[in-house]
């Protein structure tokens, strides 16, 4: 099940009640931008589920843009911070499979809003801010290292390579499964997937 664990990046006890107002915003930011997309999320909208006036949001972001770039930032550091304990949780030559089964599974399929957002969002990116390109980006990229530290050559030039086709295949994979109307269809993309890069010995 690919579930997106919470990663606070402050400690509330320490926090002033800005910065945890500031924390709360980009929660919601992070779950509404995989929902509704970025064109689809809405200042006004975000500000009234964080339980906040519209008018407050100009005290904690500048612009709508680095609001989406942080939210995009923290929906990507929790899809890494969940592949690296599902890796962590078993051993590791079951750390890679363990990870593919988890991303490609029905349930993670079904929870946009609290899953991977480059499946949820990767086709709205070109039309983005830089900076919130440059968050995800760099995201994207911790993916990737983290599936070629599972892999048995890692560190071996085709361990990266090797890496680029696993994520890509597991993005592209998910994107055509929550695109689709055909129920079979959908499992059918995910089980392909599934079955190549992860498969189990018979």
Same mark, same amino acid.
């Given at each position: ?37 970025y064109?689809?999320?809405?200042v006004?909208d ?10 407050g ?32 949780? $078993? ?10 089964? #988890?991303y %490609?599974? /029905?349930?993670?399929?079904? &929870? +946009?809003?609290n ?7 990767g ?8 900076v ?47 695109? $689709? ?6 499992e059918?993309?995910?089980? #392909?997937a %599934?079955? /190549?890069?992860?498969?189990? &010995? +018979?």
């Open positions: 099940m690919m579930v997106i664990m919470k990663t606070p990046s402050i400690n509330r006890k320490t926090a002033s009640r800005k910065e945890i107002t500031h924390e709360r915003i980009v929660e919601v930011a992070a779950r509404a931008i995989r929902r509704s997309g064109d689809g999320t809405g006004a975000i500000m009234k589920e964080a339980g906040l006036t519209h008018g949001f100009y005290a904690h972001f500048p612009s709508r843009e680095v609001l989406l770039a942080e939210a995009a930032d923290r929906a990507g550091a929790e899809a890494v911070a969940l592949s690296e304990h599902i890796a962590a949780s $078993v051993p590791p030559e079951d750390a890679l499979p363990s990870m593919v089964r #988890a %490609l599974s /029905k349930e993670h399929c079904e &929870d +946009v809003e899953g991977c957002p480059v499946s949820a969002l086709s709205e990116m070109p039309r983005q801010a830089a919130v390109r440059r968050a995800a980006t760099r995201r994207i990229k911790e993916m990737i290292d983290v599936i070629a530290r599972q892999l048995p050559d890692w560190g071996q030039p085709g361990a990266h390579e090797q890496a680029l086709v696993t994520a890509a295949t597991m993005v592209g994979a998910m994107v055509l499964a929550r695109a $689709v109307d055909d129920p079979k269809l959908s059918g993309f995910l089980e #392909a %599934l079955k /190549k890069l992860a498969p189990t &010995d +018979v």
